[in-house]
């Protein structure tokens, strides 16, 4: 007898009998009375005692058909007394009411079991109820959210803000709001997490409800039920949106049975009984071995056991199979039977024993069983074994998840099976990736904590932002620490262990040497696996499909630490191939079509755009041919390519996979490969992997890509898939997870507060030393809690080797980015979330896994920041990136990059003409693209440098809450002199850069000062009306970032005043004049605003409202203050002179505005109300912590120089009349004339005009020249004329 698909063979030898001890040796025929014992041993009945040999009936292969029979007999009445059950009402079998049980919108799964809410809060009841007797049910929580579950009667009404328990006669239990619902709601219970299953259980005799939690009874909930005629309970749920579980009714086995308590479904007794004694027959037949040449029976170790094709041994098991095989497709008795007894072989003996039992019995499945009968046995079994691993209580050594992933190991390294569920059951029916989780334990107590970490502690933060407090540990501190940190240790072991299995799954999944008799797992795992990346890519607003998250980041980890398991070994026996440190995605997998990125956005844009505008340098530079069909069905108003119908000759499955259409032999450098589309499941191995004359995954290869190959085309595509994963969820998980972080530090301040008050509190009063006290309690309590569950998301999420698998994540895409730059226009193809990974993993590695782990401790670290630098540098103004987030991402993370010094650092270590190349696109106009991210950049290059700009933190905000100190905005000041000086020589270059550069600026500043007025006018004027009213936040925040713009775009004009006052001051340049006025009337509008006494910006500032922390006299008028230093103290004689003369000329000018920087006041008008007494005046004098004497006393200086220079221009003005003013400023004399329509200006006006405009003021006539225009040479031309 044979095997079916390999299974398991039996040889077909022909053996020489010499004797007949020899022939029952090799065939197994025995005498008739070893065959009797032996069959008597396997199926003996379980009521009866031992008997002697000479009175039982001999059984041989003729009879054993009916002695089965009676020993698998049960009595009809006892199946009758099953089926007749007081008490309840409806079908037999329970499942949720989807017909009419329900309200609102709800998700059901197809076994009616299942239910997701999609609404905002709806209901639905089982189809069966009870009135009476004790029952019970079961639900599996999935998430942890707003839901109310318990019973309900058929008379009960919801609707979508009332559910279960919010009537009369339902009765609920919340377990995220810890509470009791009937109608009036009272605390209750314990709160419940994700994984945790809660017991509904009724008593209908005694009127009394109750409820557990994972087995532990959290004591009865409601007495005195109403009961009799007309009241019978309905199991029911009220779930919120996206919140979901699963029923079980009895339709499984309980997993947490009570007593007393019956399930709403009846087990079925009659197949249990049947598949336990038919189980007892075949562990019988694995014990015992038969002996033909002594004629005994030979006791064995189940692990020890083998089929060799013994006849009799065979015909046993068939005769076992026949009757077990219908038994083992129901779902009960899957798992109370063989599942049990797997998970008993796994627990009883080492792995590699239990692994042996278990390919025995699944080859003897497959042997025995028909196929369609062990597939649904094996998906049943997969089933029951990811729902107790999901649901197991989180225990000290993690037993439980030990066992159900060792039992998974053996099923999966069973081939057939292997190839079976991972090609219809693991991706498919199953969300498979809860394998490869280990859920957080919310109760630490009951997941053993206590034990393993008996001693807590918690870092000491410094409690003020700006100020950093040194103090050294002390001794008791240390030892709290050291005993904290060995009981990481030993929780860490814990949880590597489970890890460790975890990633023997994967490996399973990804042997590709398992393709005897068909496609390797490996081939199997990358369709599903890429179905599954599309399933979360694609369908975001199908949120039930979504994988969570949480599950998303343990299955990255490890998924890295299988690849790069099988990348290296790939290594070992081809030396020629390159090892996983130096791994990378080739860019030709970006744009051959090979592997489907569904509709994920390229950094050129959308790819049918890319495949028509770039199809000649694909055939120029890669060799490829685009197939003329795609080309012809992706027309203008196809929005996305990859559902376009094909032609019906050539119509596929949606995907963006490519084949080769080319002969088998090497293709000379004219040959081009002409690509068709495939489906990811019409692939094959050829497909991926290549051939002799195909290249598979990597056909294209551009001239600058290295012809050895990296390492398997499979492992890259699996590559490309841990960079997706990594960007659809991974890294908002790691971000989410930091708030464990954050609440330990904020109970530890809470914490030191509470004991210095405590210190200060005088004795006598008791009363609030006994509220200390216990508040004190509280914080300590909740701390113990956090710190220990902090020691868990240490170990499973942010341990070293964590941080080593996304920093090898991060410098994957590097060096990816870094080989898609060389191919050109090419570089368009590669999908953006390349460069957000990059982003996103670094910002990873500095912020989440701090301070345990620091980036600095990884190998190359240097080195990799100077890569992203150069990356950041390169690509942020990279013309062939034309998606607005990326690029705002890019510019966003150059922002941050040079806020840090290590990073800034980097950014002045790459080469000097990338950095030239960076500042040029820092410096190029702000219109027409998002300046102030590029503003900011310039800032922070800056700061540090100007006058009084070298504070964390502005003055007015030290003594409120800290905040963040991982804030970009919260960072010393460190300035880069070199890049300063590469702005400099820019500004310098050419006469067109700086003029360009610094229009767009005054221009940004206008705009952004004049909406800053704007809007706090507003917010004043609804401040003081009489009803209460509310400023909306927006506006706030707007009028927030509008006040910071200004301020950042003036220490922009004080960094290029001080690098290059030429510009300004050097009027042999034809707009240094116009610039400088510009300049000079923004400063007086500026100054006149906020620094007029008892003017709108001083009452605004007072008011301190909540987003307008940051407006306030000190950033801006330092800022200006900064530039009027540069200009008049700082500059050569001949500067100052021309810059006090244009800042004297302008009308706005007021000297009062600069003495109030020194707190002179203005001296009130005339009948007004002289200031109050107390009231504090501004003065930098005030600020001595952040301002130098030096500096004051050039502001001194300059007061001193316009105090004398104002009095000179006083005295030396002339009255001017009014028709020689410029009409449009009324500010200086008329001194141009336009061409040809002869109307007139100054010059400022006009010079500032066509910067931006070439049309004339009065009447739209287009500018050819503009002339000198003096109005006493004009008169005398025109007299001599007449």
């Not at 209908?204 to 009241?231: H, I, K, P, Q, Y």
């Not at 083992?328 to 796994?346: D, K, T, W």
């Not at 007015?956 to 300063?980: F, G, I, R, V």
């Not at 707007?1038 to 220490?1051: E, G, K, Q, Y």
């Amino acid at each position: 007898m044979a095997s079916k698909e390999g299974g398991m063979a039996f040889s077909r030898k022909s053996y020489k009998l010499t004797s007949d001890a020899e022939r029952s040796r090799v065939t197994g025929i025995v005498h008739e009375k070893l065959l009797s014992d032996y069959l008597h041993r396997v199926f003996a009945s379980p009521d009866q005692g031992p008997t002697a040999a000479t009175s039982r009936k001999p059984l041989n292969f003729q009879n054993l058909p009916e002695h089965l029979d009676q020993l698998l007999h049960v009595d009809k009445e006892e199946e009758e007394s099953q089926e007749q059950v007081e008490g309840r009402l409806g079908p037999s079998t329970v499942v949720l009411d989807h017909t009419g049980g329900f309200e609102g919108l709800l998700l059901v799964d197809d076994d009616l079991l299942g239910v997701i809410g999609h609404s905002n809060f709806g209901t639905i009841r089982s189809t069966t109820c009870v009135y009476k007797g004790k029952w019970i049910y079961e639900v599996l929580i999935s998430s942890q959210g707003l839901m109310q579950i318990g019973w309900c009667t058929i008379n009960c009404r919801f609707n979508q803000e009332e559910g279960v328990g919010d009537t009369h006669n339902s009765y609920a239990y919340d377990g995220n709001r810890v509470r009791k619902w009937n109608v009036t709601t009272t605390n209750y219970g314990k709160a419940w997490a994700a994984g945790d299953i809660v017991s509904c259980l009724i008593d209908l005799d005694e009127g009394t409800l109750s409820f557990s939690l994972n087995g532990v009874s959290l004591g009865t909930a409601f007495e005195n039920l109403s009961r009799g005629l007309g009241m019978a309970y309905f199991p029911a749920i009220s779930l919120s949106f996206k919140e979901s579980v699963a029923f079980n009714f009895g339709s499984r086995p309980l997993r947490y049975p009570v007593a007393g308590y019956r399930p709403l479904q009846d087990p079925p007794s009659t197949s249990l009984v049947r598949a336990q004694r038919l189980l007892g027959c075949f562990r019988a037949v694995l014990s015992v071995e038969l002996d033909p040449v002594e004629g005994r029976l030979v006791e064995k170790k189940s692990s020890e056991w083998q089929l060799q094709g013994q006849p009799t041994i065979l015909l046993t098991l068939a005769h076992i199979f026949h009757h077990f095989a219908s038994l083992l497709c129901e779902v009960y008795v899957v798992e109370a039977v063989l599942m049990s007894f797997l998970l008993g072989v796994v627990e009883a003996g080492p792995p590699e024993q239990a692994q042996t039992v278990v390919h025995h019995v699944l080859d003897l499945l497959w042997l025995f069983m028909e196929d369609y009968e062990v597939q649904d046995c094996l998906k049943q079994l997969m089933m029951s074994l990811l729902r107790l691993y999901r649901f197991s209580p989180i225990v000290p050594d993690l037993s439980l998840q030990i066992h159900y992933l060792r039992l998974t190991i053996a099923i999966l390294s069973h081939e057939k099976s292997r190839k079976f569920l991972l090609s219809n059951v693991l991706f498919d029916v199953l969300r498979s990736i809860v394998f490869f989780y280990i859920k957080s334990p919310l109760r630490v107590e009951e997941a053993g904590l206590q034990e393993l970490i008996p001693t807590t502690w918690w870092p000491h933060r410094s409690p003020r932002e700006g100020k950093e407090e040194v103090r050294e540990e002390t001794s008791e501190e240390r030892l709290r620490r050291r005993a904290y940190e060995r009981g990481c240790q030993r929780l860490k072991k814990r949880i590597e262990v489970v890890e460790e299995l975890q990633v023997q799954i994967l490996k399973l999944l990804l042997n590709n040497k398992d393709d005897n008799g068909g496609e390797a797992s490996r081939y199997i795992f990358l369709t599903k696996f890429r179905k599954f990346l599309q399933e979360n890519a694609s369908g975001r607003g199908n949120t039930p499909m979504l994988c969570p998250p949480e599950y998303m980041v343990c299955f990255l980890h490890r998924l890295i630490s299988a690849l790069r398991f099988y990348w290296d070994e790939y290594k070992a026996s081809n030396p020629r191939t390159s090892f996983s440190e130096e791994a990378y995605v080739p860019p030709q997998i970006f744009y051959n079509g090979k592997v489907d990125y569904f509709d994920l956005q390229r950094l050129g844009g959308l790819l049918s755009h890319l495949r028509k505008t770039l199809k000649d340098d694909l055939a120029s530079k890669a060799n490829i041919l685009i197939d003329p069909l795609e080309l012809q069905a992706t027309t203008m108003d196809d929005l996305d390519e990859d559902e376009e119908p094909a032609p019906a000759a050539a119509q596929v499955p949606r995907t963006a996979a490519v084949s080769l259409m080319t002969p088998r032999r090497p293709l000379s450098a004219s040959e081009k490969v002409k690509v068709r589309t495939l489906s990811a499941e019409q692939r094959t191995r050829e497909d991926i992997e290549g051939s002799q004359w195909n290249e598979g995954l990597l056909v294209g290869r551009p001239p600058e890509e290295p012809e050895q190959p990296l390492t398997e085309n499979s492992l890259l595509e699996v590559l490309d898939g841990a960079v997706m994963m990594y960007n659809l969820s991974v890294h908002q998980q790691l971000g989410k997870m930091v708030g464990v972080s954050d609440d330990v530090n904020e109970y530890a301040m809470a914490l030191r507060d509470t004991e210095d008050k405590l210190r200060r509190c005088p004795k006598r009063r008791k009363d609030i030393l006994a509220e200390l006290s216990k508040s004190q309690k509280v914080f300590s309590e909740k701390l113990d809690h956090l710190s220990r569950r902090l020691a868990w998301v240490h170990a499973a999420v942010y341990s070293q080797e964590k941080m080593q698998d996304i920093y090898w994540l991060l410098r994957v895409c590097l060096r990816t980015i870094e080989h898609g730059d060389r191919t050109g226009s090419l570089f368009a193809f590669m999908p953006e979330f390349y460069l957000s990974v990059a982003i996103n993993s670094y910002s990873a590695l500095k912020n989440y896994f701090g301070p345990v782990h620091s980036m600095e401790e990884l190998p190359g670290y240097e080195e990799t920041l100077t890569r992203l630098a150069a990356i950041l540098a390169k690509h942020f103004a990279d013309t062939r990136i034309v998606g607005t987030d990326i690029r705002d991402s890019l510019m966003q993370a150059l922002a941050s990059y040079v806020c840090y010094p290590n990073s800034l650092r980097a950014v002045e270590r790459i080469p000097e003409e990338q950095r030239i190349a960076m500042v040029r696109n820092l410096l190029a106009p702000y219109e027409q693209r998002p300046w102030a991210q590029t503003n900011w950049i310039l800032v922070r290059l800056w700061r540090g440098c100007g006058f009084g700009y070298r504070y964390t933190r502005l003055p007015h905000l030290l003594k409120t809450k800290p905040e963040d100190a991982n804030l970009p905005s919260l960072q010393k000041p460190c300035p880069s002199t070199l890049l300063q000086q590469h702005m400099a020589d820019l500004l310098r270059e050419g006469p067109d850069v700086a003029p360009s550069f610094l229009n767009s600026v005054l221009n940004q500043l206008n705009w952004a000062f004049s909406e800053f007025i704007g809007m706090i006018q507003e917010i004043q004027q609804a401040a003081e009306r009489l009803e209460r009213n509310y400023v909306d936040s927006r506006q706030l925040k707007v009028c927030a970032t509008c006040f910071d713009l200004s301020v950042s775009l003036l220490r922009v004009l004080e960094m290029t005043i001080t690098l290059v006052p030429e510009i300004f001051l050097d009027w042999a340049r034809p707009t240094s004049e116009m610039l400088l006025r510009r300049l000079a009337q923004l400063l007086n509008q500026v100054l006149n605003r906020v620094t007029a006494e008892r003017n709108l910006f001083d009452r605004v500032v007072t008011l301190r409202l909540p987003g307008l922390e940051s407006v306030d006299h000190y950033p801006i008028l330092v800022a200006v203050t900064g530039i009027l230093v540069r200009l008049l103290v700082h500059g050569p004689a001949s500067g100052t002179e021309r810059a006090t003369s244009v800042l004297l000329a302008d009308p706005c000018f007021q000297l009062r505005s600069i003495s109030y920087l020194l707190g002179q006041p203005e001296p009130p008008a005339p009948g007004t109300a002289l200031p109050a007494p107390d009231r504090k005046h501004f003065s930098l004098q005030s600020y001595t912590d952040y301002i130098s004497v030096e500096e004051l006393a050039q502001v001194e200086q300059m007061l001193a120089h316009l105090t004398s220079a104002s009095a000179q221009a006083a005295a030396a003005s002339l009255p001017t009349s009014e028709e020689d003013l410029c009409p449009i400023c009324y500010a200086h004399p008329i001194s141009a004339v336009f061409q040809p329509c002869g109307h007139k200006s100054c010059k400022a006006c006009i010079d500032q005009h066509l910067m931006n405009n070439k049309d004339c003021f009065f009447c739209k006539a287009t500018i050819v020249s503009v002339e000198d225009w003096d109005k006493a040479a004009h008169a005398s031309a025109t007299s001599s004329a007449a």
